[in-house]
């Protein structure tokens, strides 16, 4: 897939996409795809920044409650159109699909972004994109509570291919058909995934992708605009002594993972080591730690969520796909998490992944615990 100029740093990752479209004639649309989403993690990256300018108009509720029972944010919405018209300027689009629209929007005649932008607000954080040959799952600000505080927030990506069993076409006449469409396009498991991303907006922005061939991690450069590649072919340490949790929820884990974060705490687990506790909150920067120190990061279910708290389509098979292509593991404890079929778009998955050897300690306390 790749040859040495992808791994060459410095390296910008609009030529990194030309090398692996020129070298992958197949995935040329794939690299289409992310041209668009190089441009929104720039442009995102910048709102956010600007944030918290008195000056800005991104600040603040927009006033409406999502699906979730979240407050949204003007960020939010900005964040989500934004991203959707960026993918809609491949010109791929077949179907948007969306609970808001009267009817399904048929973005292929048009291709025009200005047409109506469909805010997705009942689907929180979940766009479907149906394109002609890829579905695009996407959470465009995760973390997005934290921006008033400064606290890293990010986006996070998930591209299928399309499930040939529901092709896209224009005999599709109602919305009912096209969310039917564009559901059954979307709930695919993480292992059909055939590239996850994420971008990070903190002390830097990076743009962080797999497509199944190893993690690339870029940079964005500001003086000259564009995102260079910093970390070729990203590797996690197998070890590490880290952990990284809401530990408020302690008392109302499953017992093999309380316990196991009980020894990391005490020194008397696997390693003999004491773990230090680091959590930001914000799971794309919880996650990018994670894969470059080592460490587990995760969400475990508890008495209360028993699937614990991150969604599984969009942010738990995306970060699971990158994690295990840098040599981690991601487990709900008992299960793979990209083997999970999803059967809601919105269902919740109790999730801990990272270094190999901490993950295997947590998978082997279940397998003891009888799970
Ligand atoms: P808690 C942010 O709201 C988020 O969805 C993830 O980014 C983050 O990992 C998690 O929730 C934090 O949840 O319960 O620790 O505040």
Known sequence: VFDEVCETTGVTFTRFMAEVAMLNPELSELTTLFGAIDTSCKAIADIVKRSQLP???????????????????????????????????????????????????????????????????????????????????????????????????????????????????????????????????????????????????SSSTFLVLTLGNGVYMFTLDDTIGEFVLSHPNVKIPESSKIYSFNEANIEKWDAPMKETVYKWRQGTGRSGERYSSRYIGSMVGDVHRTLLYGGVFGYPGDTKNPNGKLRLLYEGAPMSFIMEQAGGLSTTGTKRVMEIVPEQVHQRVPIVMGSKNDIQEVIDAYAAAGN
């Not at 629209?101 to 291709?111: A, K, R, T």
């Not at 972004?113 to 995760?142: I, Q, R």
């Open 55 to 201: 000056s800005s108009e991104t600040l603040g509720l927009e006033g409406e409650v999502n699906v979730q029972g979240e407050d949204q944010k003007k960020l939010d919405v900005i964040t989500n159109d934004l991203l959707k018209r960026a993918l809609r300027f491949t010109g791929k689009l077949g179907v948007l699909a969306s609970e808001e629209e009267d009817e399904p929007v048929d973005l292929v005649s048009s291709g025009n972004a200005d047409d109506k932008l469909t805010s997705t607000w009942d689907n929180k954080d979940l766009v479907v994109e149906d394109t002609g040959k890829y579905v695009c799952v996407f959470d465009p600000l995760d973390g997005s509570s934290n921006v008033d505080a400064g606290i890293p927030t990010g986006t996070i990506i998930g591209i299928y291919e399309h499930d040939e069993n529901c092709e896209v076409d224009e005999s599709i006449e109602t919305e009912d058909e096209a969310m039917a469409n564009c559901l059954a396009n979307t709930l695919q498991p993480g292992t059909k995934l055939v590239a996850g991303a994420y971008c990070l907006y």
